[in-house]
């Protein structure tokens, strides 16, 4: 099968630097054009220092920006849809990893965003991109929006559950957990060392933003909670479910094989004993798997799914990867296959 | 007021070393002994060594003890009541940190802690020790049990809503995260440095012993899941109360200030704006506050309650100084100013 | 002894933060004034939040700083000499925790802060801040000048062995690791939590402006790199020094006792076993320690000598209160008792 | 070129994961079994929950070893020497990762480890297994004995200015920092999390075994010093030396180029701005890479020489793949291709 050749923009950032890691070592990737309007001329490694020695690429300003096969969208929220028309003509498929082309109404956009969409008739064309979900569409996808981390993580923990209607979806909560680089690169006072270092931050207890594509997706949203934590990478969503009947171990393993079993990015973790008996996401830094576990509360209806990912692999870069093998019918776990380390 | 001769049983733990530190510069106290088996007759510094300088003193074995005014037991869960009735001839008042009296009954001893309790008899004579809820049994008391450290949390959190009946409890959801010293001085797979550096891990998702003491004290069980972090010092609890009627944020607040408003340790954190707009444990190392806020979902009739603590302190040796305070009538912030570091 | 009437100019960083806690609970200070030209009118605790509930106190602009007795300056370098001669008619007694002071001849200042000093006169009217050595002269002074943090640490390590001539001067290394908190309160690239998180980083090999305060102090310059680590708090000074003859460890042990052996805020840590068996500044969070200890190199003459610190305290603000202490003939740890922390 | 099938003896720790991790993803090795006493018959990935979905390899017991073509030990120092001629019946090539064949002469192994070697009739035969150093010999051996993890650090960093005499080598200071990972999987109180989180401790001042190995390479001890850091993985030697005759910056330059110009695994960093001027671990973990950078000390003949690498990469696991693609006339830098991660 031949070739892609491919171009990032958006190319300085935390996401965009691990689309460039990604597809640098992508066997069927060339790669052509790296965008940053701060960076433009300069050497990729001045600003991902992991690739020192791995590739001699600058990055180009998107002025420069050339025809090419596939393009991925790094840019800001709100920066991707200002330029989308042009971004079509440049290219015939596209994956835009910000929030511009999640929401699949103009009215969510506007909800959720605070603004106005600039362009909702192009919301209709990009398919949401969880594979586990929405495998067949991204296929035949010419646009594909990558899913919010956040919400990456929450989806694939309930979706078993919400979409067999077993649980009582208003009751719902889910609280997650993430580290510093979810905030990406621009330095703040909230991500000064100082103050970050260590830290067990509520930062958005109600209203946080991906409830809006959790609610697209289940059907209903959630009640969800964001915490920011002193690690780098990683999240881990802790989701409170109340079941309208009594479930059985068996039962729930048994909805959730049926749902992933065949999943190449999709771990099941639940051990009876150890140290790594549910999903942890340091053990996920730097691979494209989502764990999912669960425990029932022995003293009722209550059960808690817990998944954990790495927010910019499974939560952004690799899981746009993953959408783009599936777009272009390569082996779906191209380019993705490192399982993280340990320990870390 | 005279002062209060003082004895700690099985000092060499986190919690013990915490309580040295703190009797050691109480005005009103004269240390008499701490004990440990292990390190008897080796000076405390060796073993708490930012001690070192501070105190000569040095650990004696417990068959040594001998009578003074208060005992404080810092002994591991079930060590504390086998030798209760010795510990009882040999002080008129005792403070004890373990599980051993936190629970009424035998039967909620039995459930939660998984054998017998060796003196029923005496459960009855120990008030729990949440200041903020029993301030006048405290100063009645002759033996006051330390309350749980994440019990504390959610209970401090929670009770203001609980007591006026304003939430359905059983829709009540938790999340308490904590760091490394809730796990005690002893060595582990899950303690070791490579394996608990920068973890999120679930550890606790449902059954937490400490539900026990909240349904205890609030009259209903609550959805409690623990997650571990990497982190070494406190206690974030996330709580999720849904309302039975709407409230307004004035109402909340005028909840929490009749019930905390003078309190001393009890410091209500709600900014509109800033990094530092909810409770944050790291900014209460050493201290002992407890730091608490809320958020309500402009979307419905959720209300997210957060509450912080330093699990060591207000968790455990700060809040058994303060029922000591009261015990004695000496003023209830004594030994206990420190208010916290920041940045740390 | 009379209360003093102190003021702080600059109060909204991380040096002035602690100052502020340090002064509120210093049982014979009236704090006057804070000053902050960024915070003017605002709380204090909206910036330090640790002290949130513990005062009231307000930041007012520099135009509107009063006369009293005592100032303690945390301005930027630089900025401190721009208005020292008005700072001069405020107050008596002034602490300037900036580097405008520290160096004592014009040249030297050029040499290491790149420009002229604007008030070359006033350079000998500063005594060097380090009580330990400087005692007398500090009581009797006016003006103190607060010694650089990694300057105090390889100071005290070194001023015994330096002092007595034991060692060749030319061939001393010195390698200090230190925390984000030295770099101060303003978000950079370099402090953004993903880039500093876990981080070793040779900021400073070669070039640090403290050897021009060591020098100063010791008589010659050392060989000095820095070393930035992921933590907030501390610094680890790793003197390597060769001995002119060898010296046998009580040898060693005398020359340190008798220079520290009185010295309420030195500590030897020296232990032939355990895990605490030499400085470690963690154990230092919060305390105005200064620890140190020594190996001798069995197979030569060299010595490691290692000091251990809170950068904020015996580096900064609590060597100042404590230089404050002497000058005013109060008890020379007044205010400074806090042990800091085990474990944290 | 054929497959070769490969074992792992000791595969429960963590270079034995991490050697399992490389071994699995190497196009051209059939890994054949690994070896665990404790966990015989279990699931590697219990142990290496990074692993799980990526093998059902399970653990055999030593006794079950079968013949295959190379043999990695990973067993504790001292282990590997006691079956050593067993090991040598089993296979034709071993490259031994523990410290048992790592000096040359059964005086060094009595000095620096303290008991007399078992066989040193074998220790000439295994090839020292640094690659850039000794690639010709590892091409001829049939057994290699893997570097210490400082000890490689710090000879790759200094060994082209030792070869060419350009430093007095008695006068060498070098300060090693590392990581948890590096004291292994056993947990112990000094590796337990409250007391190594955040920590900075001088734990070898003087004396450290890999000084053995670096006098035997550069042909003269260093002075040593080895600091532990409260982070998991990585190291970074800080490496100070004293040029005979001055030597401008070009030089340098040109030495390390000629040195390591064509070296797949050595990068110099060494940028004029940007905050990833020199060496740092971190970006480096799960790399191969040994990164080495350097700044000359304007005021004299001083050079500090800065090298950083992961511990059980470069430093261990890493290596031996190096070199066993090097023995094999693989490519060098087969299965070794992972760039490291930012951030992390």
Redesign the interface.
Known sequence: MAERRVSIVGGSG?TG??LL?LLL?HPRVTLVQVTSERFAGKPVY?V???????TQARFCSLAELEPCDTLFLCLPHGKSMEQMPRFQRLAGNIIDLSGDFRLATPEAYQKWYGRPHLYPELLGEFVYGIPELYRRNIQQARYVSGAGCNATAVILALYPLFQQQLVYPE?T?V?V?G???EGG??????????????????YK???HRHIGEIEQTLGH?V?L?A?A??????I?A?C?VFLKQPLDEKSIWRIYRNAYGSEPFI?M?K?RK???R??????L???N?C?I?F??????N?L?V?S?MDNLMKGAAGQAVQAFNIMHRFPETLGL????????
């Open positions: 935390y630097g691990e890691r070592f001045r991902h220092p992991n690739l020192r020695g791995v009751r909560v609280e957990k580290g510093s680089s690169n621009s330095p703040s006072e909230a991500s000064h060392h100082p103050e970050r270092n260590g830290v067990v931050r509520s207890p109600t209203g949203p009640h909670s915490t934590l002193g690690i780098v990478r990683g881990l802790t409170h771990r973790v051990e150890g140290i790594y549910l999903p942890e996401p340091k053990l830094v730097g691979s798997f764990d576990g425990e029932r509360d022995a003293g009722g209550r808690v817990i954990a296959e490192f399982p993280g380390l340990h320990p870390v």
